[in-house]
């Protein structure tokens, strides 16, 4: 008897249910298919991939430390494209602040000791 007391109260919920969308569609396009269609826009500017981050190393003569890009790059990983090693901070400050560059590194004097 329990049971089916049960699929009578569902039957009846459902019911109700498609009742209320046949008289308010709006309703179910907004509240169902509406966050589809956000999840829709932003999936299409998603790619996965990201970019390496470009980036400049002021690495001073006088510190002692390896001026081999290629070190560095190997020690950065994919996600860092060492582009250029100087030891002109504020040329690379510069290039920063004009966004030709994406990340700068600045080696202390004393970074060797």
């Not at 008289?23 to 509406?34: D, E, I, N, Q, Y």
């Not at 290629?70 to 602040?97: H, M, S």
């Not at 966004?99 to 004097?109: F, G, N, R, S």
Request: cysteine-free; glycine content about 10%.
């Amino acid at each position: 008897m329990g049971l089916l007391k049960s699929l009578t109260r569902l039957g009846s919920f459902v019911g109700k249910e498609l009742v209320e969308i046949t008289r308010r569609p709006g309703a179910f396009f907004s509240l169902v298919l509406g966050p589809f269609l956000i999840m829709a826009i932003f999936g299409i500017g998603y790619s996965g991939v990201r970019r390496p981050l470009e980036t400049v190393l002021v690495v001073p003569a006088d510190a002692g430390l390896s001026q081999d890009a290629q070190y560095y790059q190997d020690l950065a990983g994919p996600a860092v494209k060492v582009v250029e090693i100087t030891g002109d901070a504020t040329a690379a400050r510069e290039r920063l602040r004009r966004q030709e560059i994406d990340l700068l590194v600045v080696a202390p004097a004393n970074a060797a000791t």
